[in-house]
């Protein structure tokens, strides 16, 4: 029995935060009336629990812990045991998942795990990342933040794919990628180079550009590029092309400004370039936990001869979200960088 157009859209926008990994308390779960049919339990297997059917599962640890809440949903839904009754898949990849050996909650937060973010229309980025906030390496690249979230639903509208469709793009300071495959992916650049200033981060990356089918595509690349450096900054925004020296067109950047210390060689590599292109179009995006730290950023590009204006691009509140979810208390910003007084209206509303 296919699923109806209200059920349909109750179990993806379910089946989305949890292949994203939203915490268990936190997911929009189906209606009791809805879970307790054999058709949608049949659906709920295949697309959360089978690895036959979907890919990149989530990590066993959460399989279990959202499994486990889902059959007891469905044990409190059903009222005529001979009428209704729990999907004999459900139970067995149930008492699979608890006789398997575990991980413990610390070593799962550490370990690397498949999570996938569904933009809308068929386009999902896969990633395998670190959830915990600082991996065990120390870094925080492993794992994707919020404004990577929101930047890439803004150029995964109308108006926001125009910086994107057709254009050379680079990221800096990319963490997992995200940013980048989904505009290779999905988008339609023409060219994507995707950088970090960590060489573990950029090995990483180089396996996500692989779980998305990118890793052939010649226009595709991920490099190490420290910000300041001029040599690689040369090496990275020029590129040969059968002879031909070509620039890029777009820059990004996401949740780069968090961290007062890098501000200025941030922003040294953000005024080198528009010095090399002036028509270059820098978007920024930035997660405001701290106006301290966003108002330092401000500070150093006037210093530097730049300044930026503000994209308008308000992020849907959580509980209207269909994909991809991230929270929306704190602000999250995205600005276009530019020297000072060179700033034009392109899509900035």
């Not at 029995?1 to 936190?26: G, P, T, W």
Request: charged share 25%.
């Amino acid at each position: 029995m296919s699923l109806h157009a209200d059920e349909e859209q109750e179990l993806q926008i379910f089946c989305r935060q949890y292949l994203q990994l939203v915490d268990a308390d936190s997911l929009a779960w189906p209606a009791s009336q809805v879970l307790k049919k054999a058709h949608v339990q049949q659906w709920l297997f295949q697309h959360m629990f089978d690895q036959d059917w979907t890919q990149y599962l989530p990590p066993e640890r959460y399989q279990a812990r959202v499994l486990k809440k889902l059959m007891t949903r469905i044990e409190e839904a059903i009222e005529d045991p001979e009428e209704d009754e729990i999907s004999d898949n459900l139970m067995s990849a149930l008492s699979l998942l608890l006789s398997s050996n575990l991980p413990s909650e610390s070593a799962s937060a550490q370990a690397k795990s498949y999570v996938s973010y569904d933009f809308g229309h068929e386009r999902t980025v896969t990633l395998l990342e670190s959830r915990s906030i600082i991996s065990s390496s120390g870094t925080t690249g492993l794992r994707t933040w919020e404004a990577a979230l929101h930047l890439g639903a803004f150029l995964t509208t109308e108006a926001g794919s125009q910086w994107i469709r057709g254009k050379r793009i680079l990221e800096l300071g990319a963490g997992t990628g995200l940013v980048s495959i989904l505009c290779a992916k999905h988008v339609d650049a023409s060219r994507a180079t995707i950088t970090d200033g960590d060489e573990g981060v950029v090995d990483s990356i180089k396996t996500n550009v692989f779980l998305n089918g990118l890793d052939t595509a010649a226009d595709t690349e991920s490099i190490v590029l420290r910000w300041g450096r001029s040599c690689a900054l040369r090496d990275s925004l020029y590129y040969e092309d059968e002879g031909q020296q070509n620039q890029y067109d777009v820059v990004l950047g996401a949740d780069v400004t968090y961290d007062k210390t890098v501000i200025p060689a941030l922003v040294a590599t953000l005024a080198d370039m528009l010095q090399r292109q002036p028509s270059l179009n820098i978007l920024i995006a930035a997660t405001i936990r701290n106006e301290e730290t966003f108002e330092a950023f401000s500070v150093v590009c006037r210093r530097n001869g730049l300044d930026h204006q503000e994209v308008q691009f308000a992020p849907p509140l959580a509980e209207r979200q269909t994909g991809p979810f991230y929270a929306t208390s704190t602000p999250i910003r995205i600005v276009k960088v530019s020297k000072v007084g060179e700033h034009d209206a392109f899509s900035l509303s």
